[in-house]
């Protein structure tokens, strides 16, 4: 499973070529990534919605605020996810589950044969004759990430952003030892302009080396630009040229995996690891620590690294033993690239 192919979108970013004008060429399809992640983005083959609803009826015994009491009788596969429709309102719900239970803004919960539906919202405003529905919507969690993802929406007025590096997504890492302004990420440019305001910060940060890991091939005349569509090549580019380094990021990609891979060679703790990754969602989509869906997709993240690593719970102490295994048993590392490695990044 460590292996996974991850299959990314095309990248429609076929820009015109001009003497000192960056290119960019469109990426081919089936790039085989060698570090993977659990899919967030699901395959409409991976979604399924039964025809006919499991429950129509018109019988709610109460309403508390949060929560509702049905006299459904029903019982539900804690792996399954729902959808949930009373009246006019529609949303989905995991079934609740002891152990893995995430963070949601609804869920069902099985009390005494009856179902109970368990939100972050008021329902205060239904009532008791209320028509309720509920009809399978996926065969696993993974599915509510999916639905997590879709329901944000990017900041796209530049004068909301507070500086260039908010807009662009352009992120210096500084967990563990990482040396000051020696590790930047910074959102895929999907356009020549903001390649070039991209461009304009790496000059800005002296930056030496820039990695593009996404597939597509990006050239330019002024800078050194690698381009590799495999963990591997991005490790040993960056332990063979001089830093500083930019790395072309996608956090809903694996990309965000390789960043969370250094910062643990580098000795940083989950905590800061989680940050970094989150900074992107809270720079592009406005989302707060408050909003039920951060720690969802947070977790999600957590959930993969431990996936890749082979470990059952991170913790801080590990974190530099895991990256180095993986390193080596998974990307055919040395001992010789990953000191390399390490003294690049200090």
Do not use: W
């Not at 409409?44 to 006299?71: A, V």
């Not at 368990?118 to 599915?143: A, R, W």
């Not at 990017?154 to 260039?164: A, G, H, Q």
């Not at 302009?193 to 091939?217: H, Q, V």
């Amino acid at each position: 499973m460590k292996q996974l192919a991850l299959y990314f979108f095309s990248l429609l970013l076929l820009i015109s070529c001009a003497t000192v004008e960056p290119i960019i060429i469109e990426s081919p399809e089936g790039i085989n990534y060698d570090v993977s992640s659990a899919q967030i983005k699901l395959d409409s083959s991976d979604i399924i919605k039964t025809e006919q609803p499991i429950q129509n009826t018109r019988i709610i015994e109460s309403i508390n605020g949060k929560e509702i009491k049905t006299t459904i009788p029903f019982t539900f596969n804690s792996k399954d996810l729902y959808e949930v429709k009373i009246d006019e309102l529609s949303f989905i719900a995991i079934s609740e589950d002891n152990n893995s239970l995430l963070s949601a803004a609804y869920y069902l919960k099985n009390e005494n044969g009856f179902l109970t539906i368990i939100s972050s919202n008021d329902f205060s405003y239904l009532n008791l004759d209320s028509n309720v529905e509920i009809s399978v919507f996926s065969k696993d969690k993974d599915g509510y990430i999916e639905y997590i993802l879709s329901t944000l929406n990017p900041v796209e007025d530049k004068s909301l952003f507070t500086s260039n590096e908010e807009y662009l997504q352009f992120f210096n890492h500084k967990a563990g030892i990482i040396g000051e302004k020696k590790l930047f990420t910074a959102s895929y440019p999907e356009s020549s302009e903001r390649l070039n305001e991209i461009f304009s910060l790496a000059r800005k940060y002296s930056i030496k080396t820039i990695i593009n890991y996404s597939g597509s091939i990006i050239e330019s005349g002024e800078f050194n630009i690698i381009n590799v569509n495999n963990a591997h090549d991005l490790f040993i580019s960056m332990a063979d040229n001089k830093g500083p380094y930019l790395i072309f990021s996608k956090p809903d990609s694996n990309t965000s995996l390789v960043v969370a891979l250094l910062e643990a060679l580098m000795g940083a703790r989950l905590s800061a690891i989680e940050d970094c990754y989150m900074r992107y969602f809270e720079s592009k989509y406005s989302l707060s620590k408050s909003d039920y869906r951060y720690n969802i997709i947070k977790d999600a993240f957590t959930n993969n690294l431990k996936m890749i690593t082979g470990a059952s719970e991170l913790e801080d102490k590990a974190l530099l033993h895991l990256s180095v295994n993986y390193l080596k048993n998974s990307l055919s590392l040395t001992t010789n690239d990953i000191s390399s490695l390490r003294l690049a990044l200090r």
